[in-house]
């Protein structure tokens, strides 16, 4: 998945469906569709810069999605109440005006970045320790609307 932040609070991304990602003959297996889906609406809580967990995903494949096309993907937030965060998505076959193959929408829930440094491996928080800019825009225990 390739993604890249629009203005305001969206983006576009692509993800190429190869021969690792079959399910059916031919095709893209829903379930990585709907993990590719899961990753691209993941990447929105960068845009508002808070730590989120996904609560719930719902996935509708509306057409076949064939293996070697690449779907394009669009993704924005619907809104925010408190720490929930609504967003949705469409993936579009042959180009970003293509017709809607997959429509996926998710709820994430603002957690403080706490949760995940205490269940981060140890070779990864080495890696935080060495480069302290991934984390410069967050506190540790800030927490939205506890």
Same mark, same amino acid.
């Given at each position: /998945?390739?993604?890249?932040?629009? @203005?305001?609070?969206? %983006?576009?991304?692509? =993800?190429?469906?190869?021969?690792?990602?079959?399910?059916?003959?031919? /095709?893209?297996?829903?379930?990585?569709?709907?993990? *590719?889906?899961? @990753?691209?609406?993941?990447? /929105?809580?960068?845009?508002?810069?808070?730590?989120?967990?996904? *609560?719930?995903?719902?996935? +509708? =494949? %509306?057409?076949?999605?064939?293996?070697?096309?690449?779907?394009?993907?669009?993704? +924005?937030?619907?809104?925010?109440? !408190?720490?929930?965060?609504?967003?949705?998505?469409?993936?579009?076959?042959?180009?970003? +005006?293509? $017709?809607?193959?997959?429509? *996926?929408?998710?709820? =994430?829930?603002?957690?403080?970045?706490?949760?995940? %440094? @205490? !269940?981060? $491996?140890? @070779?990864?928080?080495?890696?935080?320790? &060495?480069?302290?800019?991934? /984390?410069?825009?967050?506190?540790? +225990?800030? &927490?939205? !609307? $506890?």
């Amino acid at each position: /998945l390739v993604a890249h932040a629009g @203005e305001g609070q969206n %983006l576009t991304a692509t =993800f190429t469906v190869t021969h690792d990602h079959q399910g059916a003959p031919g /095709l893209a297996h829903g379930g990585l569709l709907s993990l *590719a889906f899961d @990753e691209a609406l993941g990447k /929105l809580m960068w845009l508002i810069r808070s730590p989120a967990v996904t *609560a719930r995903l719902e996935t +509708d =494949f %509306l057409k076949p999605v064939p293996m070697g096309s690449t779907l394009y993907i669009t993704a +924005d937030i619907a809104g925010q109440v !408190n720490r929930k965060v609504y967003t949705r998505a469409e993936g579009h076959l042959d180009g970003f +005006d293509g $017709p809607v193959a997959v429509r *996926a929408a998710a709820l =994430f829930v603002i957690v403080p970045m706490k949760h995940f %440094l @205490e !269940n981060a $491996p140890q @070779e990864y928080l080495k890696h935080l320790r &060495e480069h302290p800019e991934l /984390l410069a825009f967050v506190d540790p +225990d800030f &927490e939205i !609307n $506890p």
